[in-house]
């Protein structure tokens, strides 16, 4: 597979990296995340590992040990529970980097995921484990996905893929598909994907339109990588607080600028349900309660978007 296309020598030029931006759908930077702000990020990860059992209990890598996975999702409640993310952006020198390179303050969108790829063994039939864009089901919400990896991760142990130029081509997920909405076979042609060798302090910034995938672990350690959203504070913020107040057809949200937002539900609010999956908006409106935190994005007065904070 072709490497990524290195854009590090560019931060610090907004022009040079839009154009990127546009061509590629994607900036790979090397080397740009303290050290030690990864590390502490990684180290809530290797806890993790090491209180399931699955690493030794000294271990300095995740090196599976062999004991069964059955308790090892793939992706961590306890650090939700936790809101890792919140530490790990409010590192003086992770919020300087972002500064820097988006020109402004970074605005961070609560829709994260930290996720543990366990080694596969055995037989696989496809070399990615999941096509998708995230601006499918993002209600045009103009974030960034940052890609950070927390070890070394080389072609064995898979990472993160991305269907270079493909950012061009519109949503290719089936929207008959319901409620995976997957990118079909065949959608996505295998000569397009580009990857590298991630290192921890790398990153992968990338648009809500390119599809991507992490690609399967054939190595024998756990893939350790966090997701979170960014956006330039200047930028069209989505609605990002807690519920105040929900109807069968609007919803109230103490917004993070300290306004009240009223918005209108319809049958075009597409109701986001903690899985990611489209939920009916009667569901959705007796599944809400005050106080529960969310993310509406809107047009004018019509909420495109309502979802839980993850
Ligand atoms: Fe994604």
Not at 27 to 49: E, N, S
Not at 92 to 114: C, D, K
Request: aromatic share 8%.
């Amino acid at each position: 597979m072709q490497p990524l296309w290195d854009a590090t020598h560019l931060i610090g030029d907004a022009d040079a990296l839009g154009k990127v931006m546009q061509e590629r759908g994607y900036w790979f930077f090397r080397d740009v995340l303290d050290a030690g702000a990864v590390k502490r990020m990684r180290d809530r990860y290797m806890a993790f590992l090491r209180d399931g059992g699955v690493i030794a209990a000294d271990a300095d890598e995740p090196i599976w040990n062999g004991a069964p996975l059955d308790n090892i999702p793939e992706k961590i409640e306890p650090l939700h529970e936790q809101r890792a993310w919140r530490s790990f952006v409010a590192e003086p020198t992770i919020h300087a980097f972002f500064t820097r390179l988006l020109g402004v303050a970074p605005f961070w969108i609560p829709s994260v995921e930290y996720r543990i790829t366990p080694p596969r063994k055995g037989l696989v039939n496809d070399f990615l484990t999941g096509r998708h864009q995230d601006g499918f089901a993002n209600g045009g919400i103009e974030l960034l996905t940052c890609w950070v990896p927390l070890t070394d991760i080389d072609g064995e142990v898979g990472g993160l893929a991305m269907a270079e130029g493909l950012q061009k081509g519109g949503i290719l997920h089936d929207l008959n598909d319901v409620p995976k909405h997957r990118i079909p076979d065949g959608a996505i042609p295998d000569d397009v994907w580009h990857r590298s060798d991630y290192r921890p302090g790398d990153l992968v910034m990338f648009c809500p339109e390119i599809p991507h995938s992490g690609m399967v672990n054939r190595s024998d350690k756990f893939r350790l990588s966090v997701d979170v959203r960014v956006m330039p504070i200047t930028g069209k913020l989505p609605v990002v607080g807690n519920v105040v107040e929900i109807g069968s057809d609007y919803v109230v949200t103490a917004n993070h600028d300290g306004r009240d937002v009223r918005l209108i539900l319809d049958d075009n609010t597409y109701c986001r349900g903690i899985t990611g999956a489209r939920i009916p908006l009667p569901d959705m409106v007796e599944r809400v309660q005050p106080g529960d935190p969310v993310i509406v994005s809107f047009e004018g007065e019509h909420a495109v978007l309502l979802r839980p904070q993850r």
